[in-house]
């Protein structure tokens, strides 16, 4: 008896969807997998809320999730909504219209569970050991921080700092001006001292980048290398080196949104928001002096199939 389950992670900038198998050893075979460049958080992100458009590409999007979703068969659907859609001020309407058009029941969940459910599909990814790391997902509308080992989280927190956000607020030209860049430390340092004061204690050696970002970084590393195995098939774990993500850093900033849409292995949804979550990460990295980047492909939907795999859910 297998069982087929779809997973959508409905982010502020991107929604993903996950169709995949378990068999009764508890084996998955994934049977499809994509994301739509959605942009839930385009134009009301700083308002706190959805606008019109965004409503409609968003439901425009979810329509063609639910005809895959039938079409594989899958009776199980999970739906989670992150940052854009639980700080929205029309974020339950929204939610109830998914609901008659589409017959998913959407599940908004706070900061918290969001980055617990991460650490569960970068644990599952198998990037995690015995050491102490700080895994950072940044997403359109917010980052979440967890510090924790293969085995436990010790410190976790969710932060309204994503990309889109950052963007509308320090990206004020385009190649972005040295002193957006140093207005964004600046910001971030501020607002992570919580993160500062919980690194201080944990001492974590090693930075865990979880999809988005960081995949795309991979994907522009690979490719710098003639390495084409990612075009066919991302693996779960990852890593790059810090000389190599610091090259492509510089060149992001150097580079104008066109030059930049060049660059093999950008992807156009990400081809702006990417220049704002580089500047997180290099903050990050010199801030606690990390020393060592992992990269993992999976992150919230893959969590929640963890969770599902051990019968939590």
């Excluded at 965004?54 to 594989?72: G, H, P, Q, V």
């Excluded at 001020?89 to 589409?102: H, L, M, P, R, W």
């Excluded at 060049?262 to 020393?291: C, H, T, W």
Aim: aromatic share 8%.
């Amino acid at each position: 008896m297998t069982n087929r389950l779809a997973l959508i992670d409905m982010g502020t900038n991107t929604f993903h969807l996950l169709v995949t198998e378990v068999d009764e050893q508890g084996q998955l075979t994934e049977l499809y997998k994509t994301k739509v460049p959605v942009r839930l958080g385009q134009g009301g992100i700083s308002n706190g809320a959805i606008t019109a458009e965004a409503s409609e590409r968003a439901l425009k999007t979810l329509r063609d999730f639910r005809k895959t979703i039938d079409e594989f068969g899958a009776k199980t659907v999970r739906a989670m909504a992150t940052s854009m859609v639980r700080n929205a001020s029309n974020g339950d309407a929204f939610v109830k219209e998914i609901y008659k058009q589409t017959d998913i029941q959407v599940e908004v969940i706070n900061g918290a569970r969001e980055a617990e459910l991460i650490y569960y599909g970068v644990r599952f990814a198998g990037v995690l050991d015995e050491q102490t790391a700080l895994i950072m997902d940044i997403g359109g509308g917010s980052v979440e921080f967890i510090l924790c080992n293969q085995h436990e989280i010790f410190w976790k927190q969710s932060f309204e700092l994503g990309a889109q956000r950052l963007m509308d607020k320090f990206f004020t030209a385009d190649p972005i001006p040295a002193e957006s860049i140093t207005a964004e430390k600046v910001y971030l340092d501020e607002r992570l001292q919580p993160l500062t004061e919980a690194v201080a204690k944990y001492k974590p050696t090693i930075l865990v980048g979880s999809s988005g970002t960081f995949d795309t970084l991979c994907d522009m590393d690979a490719l710098r290398k003639g390495d084409t195995s990612r075009q066919q098939s991302v693996p779960p774990a990852s890593s790059i080196s810090i000389e190599d993500y610091y090259s492509i850093h510089e060149d992001l900033l150097r580079k104008n949104h066109e030059e930049r849409l060049a660059i093999p292995g950008m992807l156009e949804m990400r081809v702006d928001m990417i220049v704002l979550a580089s500047i997180a990460a290099d903050f990050v990295l010199q801030k606690y002096n990390l020393q060592e980047i992992r990269v993992s492909s999976f992150a919230l939907k893959e969590g929640v199939l963890y969770e599902m795999l051990q019968g939590r859910q």
